[in-house]
């Protein structure tokens, strides 16, 4: 039975929810790495070879300052932060969550996701669905998270907010995986091969 509009937009809320909770975690993570790159900028005005280039940019303007340069030069300690390298990452992930499809509906968006991705790989697929078809599934270039649909949860956990558990493991596997965002699919209208290339 296809959902209504009502619990569409549960979804779509539950999902957002997730995906802010997911941006919270992003953005302490960027305060980190600034806090990072400011601890490494101070080692490097600290370096030697900061010193000796700022001493040889002051020469033609003051030749005293180099005399002055050398002398705090020589009261400090020589230390030298260690060269790090950042690899290139690997594409960015995207969660589409998928509830409330039918097998085949199921099927066949997994199948339009792994084309997509053979013809323009710029993102990995992760699909959150309820479909217990798809539960042992693996395709190559799509991740695929069960969760249970909301009538199996509740025979589970009685009187939880399946919403709840929607948000959070949309939340966790943003955070696992570093999506880039989130989509909720209509369970009335899935995206064809053709729309998810638009897109």
């Known amino acids: 039975m296809p959902p209504d509009d009502l ?11 997730g995906r802010l909770r ?7 993570a960027a305060v980190e790495e600034r ?20 001493a040889l ?19 400090r300690g020589r230390h030298t932060p260690p ?3 950042t690899p290139a990452g690997p594409a960015p992930a995207r969660v589409y969550v998928a509830v409330g ?20 790989g710029d993102h990995l697929p992760v699909v959150v669905t309820d479909q217990p078809a798809l539960r042992g599934l ?8 069960y969760l249970p649909d909301p009538e199996t949860w509740q025979r589970h956990d009685p009187g939880s ?11 966790q596997i943003c955070r696992d995986h570093r999506a880039a965002g989130a989509t909720v699919i209509d369970p009335r209208d899935p995206p064809t091969l053709a729309r998810l290339l638009s897109n």
């Open 138 to 145: 693996q395709v190559p270039g799509v991740v695929l998270e």
């Open 101 to 120: 499809l039918g097998r085949d509906a199921s099927h066949a968006l997994v199948r339009a996701l792994r084309q997509r991705i053979l013809v323009d």
């Open 35 to 54: 806090d990072r790159h400011l601890r490494q900028v101070t080692a490097l005005r600290g370096s030697r070879s900061y010193r000796i280039g700022r």
């Open 57 to 75: 940019v002051a020469l033609p303007r003051d030749p005293l300052a180099l005399l002055r340069l050398a002398v705090r030069w020589m009261r």
């Open 7 to 17: 619990a569409l937009a549960r979804w779509e809320v539950a999902t957002l929810t």
């Open 22 to 28: 997911c941006l919270e975690a992003e953005r302490d």
């Open 161 to 171: 907010d399946w919403e709840a558990l929607l948000a959070g493991r949309v939340a």
């Open 83 to 85: 060269r790090t390298r």
